[in-house]
């Protein structure tokens, strides 16, 4: 079953913040985070382990709560260049080979 | 120089011709995959490949056979085309490891017709 991510949409002025949210009902080994922009394959942001990291650079960062299976991904001041839909990625344990992607959430930036 | 190459992009066919999809990758990567990606845009498994060897098939139908001639080839074929086939195809590697992220081709529109 794949991760459900909330919300499914959502539009932004340029400099808003955004919450992406990625919830499993597996239990997680690790959380990927991937933007596909129209038209164009997805595109790697950022891995999570277990542990309950944070990470991030530049201004979008990531976390990750273990015990609640849960990432969630932040978007601060967002740029016009943000605009795609973002998949969550999860690795149960013990499958490292399986890659299963979120529902996405689409997300749109103007001015 | 393209990390991963799938070829082709785009491909329009009638219901129940047979097409391949080929996969190449340069960055030493021991696992390769393919997911497909509805019109929904949802990204789904269909198969993983490390080294050479099938590690998941997630219940796809036998008319798509992947085969991997070696570690850096991924190739899909698929028989007898269905209407429902219509999606994009995603070939993509990575490392063998829970940190390794995802590199993916361009994609194949594939149009059953």
């Known amino acids: 079953q794949q991760p459900v991510q909330s919300p499914q949409a959502v539009i932004l002025r340029e400099g808003e913040d955004a919450v992406i949210n990625c919830s499993s009902s597996k239990a997680l080994y690790s959380v990927h985070w991937y933007r596909q922009k129209h038209g164009e394959a997805p595109v790697f942001l950022m891995i999570l382990l277990k542990g309950g990291e944070q990470k991030g650079h530049d201004k979008i960062s990531a976390s990750f709560n273990e015990k609640k299976q849960q990432s969630s991904l932040y978007l601060t001041a967002s740029q016009l260049s943000y605009s795609g839909t973002y998949f969550c990625g999860t690795h149960n344990t013990g499958t490292a080979s399986k890659l299963t992607f979120g529902t996405g959430t689409r997300l749109q930036v103007t001015l | 120089d393209t990390a991963v190459s799938q070829t082709p992009k785009y491909l329009v066919t009638q219901m129940g011709n047979d097409k391949s999809i080929k996969c190449e990758q340069n960055l030493g990567h021991d696992t390769m995959y393919w997911y497909k990606q509805d019109s929904k845009k949802f990204l789904k498994i269909m198969f993983s490949?490390?080294?050479?060897?099938?590690?998941i098939n997630e219940t796809v139908p036998n008319r798509f056979s992947p085969k991997s001639p070696d570690k850096a080839h991924l190739n899909l074929h698929i028989n007898s085309l269905e209407l429902g086939d219509s999606a994009v195809y995603f070939c993509?590697?990575?490392?063998?490891?829970?940190?390794?992220?995802?590199?993916f081709g361009n994609g194949t529109r594939l149009t059953v017709t």
């Open positions: 490949y490390n080294n050479k060897e099938l590690i």
């Open positions: 993509a590697s990575s490392g063998l490891s829970y940190n390794s992220p995802l590199h």
